[in-house]
């Protein structure tokens, strides 16, 4: 079965623009529990910002934040196979 995914391109000089961004991630059974200690704890830059999903987390970010967010990805040791904005029609 073929299955088609739109996405927007972004704009990496526009550093300051909120955007959406799905972080597609590996084995996320075994790994939910990392991203939510991450993620969801109140003293997290990111509180409030993020949503889990069955195959990764989508948070809403400056465009200039998504090298940080892929750091902190790699320090809690999770795979990352895929980071997009995903497109929504207007």
């Known amino acids: ?11 990496i000089e526009d550093r300051n623009k909120m955007v959406n961004i799905f972080f597609l991630i590996g084995d996320m059974e075994n790994v939910t529990h990392r991203l939510l200690d991450y993620f969801n704890s109140v003293d997290s830059e990111y509180y409030g910002k993020g949503m889990l999903k069955y195959d990764g987390i989508e948070l809403s970010v400056q465009v200039g934040d998504i090298p940080e967010v892929v750091r902190e990805l790699v320090k809690l040791n999770v795979d990352i196979y895929g980071i997009y904005e995903l497109y929504k029609p207007e």
Do not use: Q, S
């Not at 079965?1 to 704009?11: G, K, Q, S, V």
């Open 1 to 11: 079965m073929l299955r088609t995914l739109l996405i927007n391109e972004l704009d």
